[in-house]
C-alpha cells in the first residue's frame, strides 16, 4: 500500500516529450472514498491550479508520477466535487475521526491505496497527538464502507471504536 503523502512533492513528468509539468500540490479524494486526481502547484502567482485526473496517471514511482502526455492537464474547477488531502478550503488532513456514537479515535493524517493505481482508499492513518505517535506509533485502519467526510469531522462506524 502506499500513503498519499509519499505522492506530494514529487515532479510530475510527460513521457511524450519528458518535460516536467509540474509538481504534486495535493490528492483530492471524492466523497465515497475513491481518488479523483492529483492537483499541481499553480506555475504563476494567482493562476489556477491544473488538475490530472487519476486514471490518466501512468504511474506512481518514488521519485516523480508520470503521465502520458500534457493534453491531460486541466484547469481546476472551483465546484469540484471532492476534499482535498493536505490543503485547501476543505481538507481531510487534521480532522477528527469520530464514530457514530460519539467516540473520537483521532486526527486524519493520511490515507493509502493500491500502488497499482487503485482509486478506492484502502485505510486511514489517524493519529492521537505528537506524543502518543512518538510512543505507539499511528493507528492504521481499514477504510470504512460507510464513512462520512463533513465540514468539521469524518464520521465512522460504531464498530471501529470496539
Known amino acids: 500500500m502506499q500513503r498519499a503523502h509519499d505522492i506530494i512533492g514529487l515532479?510530475?513528468?510527460?513521457?511524450?516529450?519528458?518535460?516536467?509539468?509540474?509538481?504534486?500540490?495535493d490528492v483530492l479524494i471524492t466523497f465515497d472514498w475513491t481518488l479523483?486526481?492529483?492537483?499541481?502547484?499553480?506555475?504563476?502567482?494567482?493562476?489556477?491550479?491544473?488538475?490530472?485526473a487519476w486514471e490518466h496517471l501512468v504511474s506512481?514511482?518514488?521519485?516523480?508520477?508520470?503521465?502520458?502526455?500534457?493534453?491531460v492537464l486541466q484547469n481546476m474547477d472551483e465546484h469540484v466535487d471532492a476534499a482535498s488531502l493536505a490543503?485547501?478550503?476543505?481538507?481531510?488532513?487534521?480532522?477528527?475521526?469520530?464514530?457514530?456514537?460519539?467516540?473520537?479515535?483521532?486526527?486524519?493524517?493520511?490515507?493509502?491505496?493500491?500502488?497499482k493505481l487503485g482509486r478506492k482508499i484502502?485505510?486511514?492513518?489517524?493519529?492521537?497527538?505528537?506524543?502518543s505517535d512518538l510512543k505507539e506509533g499511528r493507528k492504521r485502519l481499514p477504510a470504512p464502507d460507510e464513512a462520512t467526510i463533513g465540514d468539521d469531522a469524518v464520521i465512522v462506524p460504531a464498530s471501529w471504536s470496539e
Do not use: C
Open 11 to 25: 515532479p510530475v513528468i510527460s513521457i511524450d516529450t519528458g518535460k516536467r509539468v509540474g509538481t504534486v500540490k
Open 36 to 52: 479523483m486526481g492529483i492537483l499541481l502547484d499553480p506555475k504563476r502567482w494567482f493562476a489556477s491550479p491544473r488538475l490530472i
Open 60 to 71: 506512481l514511482g518514488p521519485d516523480a508520477v508520470t503521465i502520458a502526455d500534457e493534453d
Open 87 to 115: 490543503s485547501g478550503e476543505h481538507k481531510l488532513k487534521g480532522l477528527p475521526v469520530i464514530t457514530v456514537n460519539g467516540r473520537q479515535l483521532g486526527f486524519l493524517e493520511d490515507v493509502y491505496f493500491e500502488e
Open 122 to 131: 484502502e485505510g486511514l492513518e489517524i493519529s492521537d497527538g505528537f506524543i
